[in-house]
């Protein structure tokens, strides 16, 4: 397959990237490579290619829920977590029907773009139904994408006697991610002590791990000093993801300061979940109100890595969402008072390469010559206007085969004066 006259995201010029099977056989500029050839050519007439979107942050497990038992009426984080254990009591569900709920969702990923998912799953359940059919989702999705697996005691680890015993399991059976949740914990010392417990077993296991880390709004929940500290006792930063962290957000400056050097050095991820956290935080503020948003700007600015995600599709924590990153890049840079030019030029970096970068898959992601030809193209043709309109996904490559396709919208307007 030849891709003729390719933006690369990020570069000047125009490029032709050639396939030959499931690789990316070279890259050249657009003029020297023009010969015609009997393979599958495709102009893209300038616009940008880019490596798949990475979703570093979804509960597959949950998505298409909304509504049943109930409908939040707070729209907080806690009322969230209440529906979601009432309905494990009230609704029965078999694996299948979770396996079709997660499929659903992934198909609006798949349409979007992206080609890497980073889920969690609920293991505070003692079948660990939801586990056993990500793990097949997983298998039988490879083809198509890339799915990581998180094991997270959504009702705390320590509030029950078999949480710790439930994890292990999840570790077990195959989840790649050891995850928690701090804030949610009984007390300020639980909290810790399933932190400390968490990297325990991420390096007995080998695992990464992904905290669902002071989703709250309260000045006190500091469980991510304790994730950096021992992240940078026991070296391994770059494997560990604190989501959320919206906390930041009502963080003293005096305070923030102190933090941000242990951040420095720690290196670990953050994954900022603009949408779901917009719509959570600040419920119990009346005005003003919060944005309950981390602090993405600045740990960009001190060159820590921050990725954006959707956390939700429908489930009792957020009532909307279809999957589609470029939205959420669109409300977060508004949030997070990123819509200056540098970033909005940039800005397709928090859904590409910060992702893989959090899911620890950067070696081979990217548009390089000898990767596995994996790519989407999408409608624009210069970064600035991809987020402006909020370009969609025209192919999405994998493999060297292209898996999803979609034709721009067209529209007839019989204005003379405007046509
Ligand atoms: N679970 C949680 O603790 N927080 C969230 N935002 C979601 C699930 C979606
Ligand atoms: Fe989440």
Not at 203 to 224: A, M
């Amino acid at each position: 397959m030849l891709l003729k006259n390719a933006k690369l995201y990020g570069q000047e010029g125009k490029w032709d990237i050639s396939i030959q099977a499931d690789q990316i056989n070279s890259i050249k500029q657009a003029a020297s490579s023009a010969e015609a050839t009997d393979e599958q050519t495709i102009d893209l007439k300038g616009n940008i290619v880019l490596p798949p979107y990475v979703e570093p942050h979804i509960h597959l497990d949950y998505v298409l829920t909304a509504g049943t038992p109930r409908w939040s009426q707070s729209g907080s984080v806690f009322e969230g977590i209440e529906i979601w254990s009432e309905r494990k009591q009230l609704v029965t569900e078999t694996k299948d029907d979770i396996k079709k709920r997660a499929l659903t969702a992934i198909k609006m990923q798949l349409k979007h773009g992206i080609q890497h998912v980073r889920t969690h799953v609920d293991v505070s359940d003692p079948t660990l139904k939801g586990l056993k059919a990500l793990l097949e989702v997983k298998e039988e999705i490879k083809p198509w994408m890339d799915l990581q697996i998180v094991a997270l005691p959504q009702e705390g680890l320590y509030t029950k006697p078999d949480g710790e015993e439930l994890l292990i399991k999840a570790l077990e059976m195959g989840a790649d991610v050891v995850g928690g949740i701090p804030h949610y914990e009984l007390t300020r010392e639980d909290g810790v002590r399933s932190v400390f417990k968490a990297l325990e077993l991420a390096v007995k296991y080998d695992k990464l791990v992904d905290i669902h880390c002071d989703e709250i709004d309260d000045d006190q929940s500091r469980y991510l000093e304790v994730l950096a500290g021992e992240a940078l006792k026991l070296g391994i930063g770059h494997r560990i993801t604190a989501s959320h962290t919206t906390a930041m957000a009502s963080y003293s400056n005096a305070y923030t300061y102190k933090l941000f050097q242990a951040l420095r050095k720690a290196k670990i991820n953050f994954v900022s979940l603009p949408k779901a956290n917009l719509h959570l935080q600040g419920r119990f503020d009346g005005h003003p109100a919060r944005r309950g948003i981390t602090r993405v700007k600045e740990l960009l600015a001190d060159d820590i890595n921050v990725c954006f995600g959707l956390d939700s599709i429908m489930d009792p924590w957020y009532p909307l969402g279809d999957g589609n990153l470029m939205s959420v890049v669109d409300t977060g840079l508004h949030a997070c008072h990123m819509t200056d030019y540098a970033h909005i030029v940039k800005a397709l970096d928090l859904i590409t390469i910060n992702g893989a970068k959090t899911l620890a898959i950067e070696e081979g992601y990217g548009i390089k010559e000898g990767h596995q030809a994996n790519l989407i193209v999408i409608d624009s043709e210069s970064e600035y206007e991809a987020i402006r309109t909020q370009a969609s996904v025209l192919y999405s490559i994998r493999n060297g085969k292209i898996i999803v396709e979609t034709k721009p919208a067209e529209t007839t307007m019989n204005i003379p004066l405007l046509s």
